[in-house]
C-alpha cells in the first residue's frame, strides 16, 4: 500500500502506523491462514539453513503474519529457535532464549509470551544464524518502522554500526504493510532482507 501523508515525522509515523495496523488487523481469519501457510512455503524456498540452524524469531501478534506454523516445522526440523525476552536489567534491549516445545512461557508487560528467563538458555546476538523481526510497516527502500518501542533498533545498534553479516537479519511481514517511503529516523537500523507471503525482497 502506499500513504501519502504530511505534518510532523513523529506524526508521519503515528500515522502509518495507525493505518498499517489497522489494514494487517482487517486481515480475515482465512486470508492469515493462507499468508501463514504461504509464509513457510517461502521460508524453505528462500532461506538456506546450516543444521542444525539458530534462529531467532517472535510469537505474533496484533494482526502480525502468524509464525506459529513455521516455529513448529523449524522445531521438527531440529532447528533451534529462540523468542525474544525483554532484558530483565535494562528494560529496553531484547535477548533471544531458547524456545522448544514445553518451555515455560511468562507473559511481559506487552502480555506477549516470552520464554521464562533461563540464562543458561540464550543465545549471543553474534551466535544466531538468522533473526526474524516483527514490523509494522517497510517501504521499498528496505527500511523498517516497529510498534515504537525501539527494541529492536536499541539491540541491533551495534551490530548494525560493525557490519557484521551474521545473524542475518529479515523482516517478516504481509504484503498489505507496504509502503513507498518511510519517514526514517537517525537511529533506524534498515533491514537487507524481508519476507512476506508473496516474495522475498533484498537490497
Ligand atoms: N540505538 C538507540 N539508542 C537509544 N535510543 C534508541 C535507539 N534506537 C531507538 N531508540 C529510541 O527508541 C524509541 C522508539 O524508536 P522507534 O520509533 O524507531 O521504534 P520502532 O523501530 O518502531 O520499534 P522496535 O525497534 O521495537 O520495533 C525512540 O524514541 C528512540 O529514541
Ligand atoms: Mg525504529
Not at 521460508?43 to 517472535?58: N, Q, S, T, W
Not at 502480555?111 to 543458561?120: D, F, G, H, M, V
Not at 504484503?175 to 517511503?181: E, G, L, M
Amino acid at each position: 500500500m502506499s500513504t501519502i501523508i504530511s505534518g510532523t515525522i513523529q506524526e508521519e509515523r503515528a500515522l502509518i502506523r495507525k493505518t498499517v495496523r489497522n489494514a494487517r488487523n482487517t486481515l480475515s481469519k482465512s486470508e492469515q491462514k493462507d499468508a501463514e501457510a504461504a509464509l513457510c512455503i517461502n521460508f524453505f524456498h528462500y532461506i538456506k539453513l546450516p543444521k542444525p540452524a539458530h534462529i531467532a524469531l517472535y510469537l505474533s501478534n496484533d494482526g502480525e503474519l502468524d509464525t506459529n506454523q513455521l516455529i513448529q516445522y523449524l522445531i521438527d526440523k531440529n532447528h533451534h529457535v529462540y523468542l525474544p525476552i525483554i532484558h530483565p536489567f535494562d528494560g529496553t534491549t531484547l535477548l533471544f532464549q531458547r524456545y522448544e516445545k514445553n518451555s515455560p512461557m511468562i507473559a511481559n508487560r506487552y502480555a506477549i509470551l516470552e520464554p521464562k528467563l533461563n540464562c543458561s538458555h540464550i543465545c549471543p546476538l553474534y551466535s544466531l544464524d538468522y533473526l526474524f523481526t516483527p514490523l509494522v510497516a517497510f517501504d521499498e527502500f528496505g527500511n523498517r518502522l516497529g510498534m515504537g518501542g525501539g527494541y529492536y533498533d536499541k539491540t541491533l545498534a551495534n551490530y548494525h554500526k560493525t557490519g557484521a553479516t551474521k545473524p542475518v537479519i529479515v523482516g517478516l511481514a504481509h504484503d498489505c504493510q507496504k509502503v513507498h517511503q518511510l519517514p526514517i529516523a537517525a537511529w533506524d537500523v534498515p533491514l537487507k532482507h524481508i519476507l512476506t507471503p508473496s516474495k522475498l525482497y533484498t537490497w
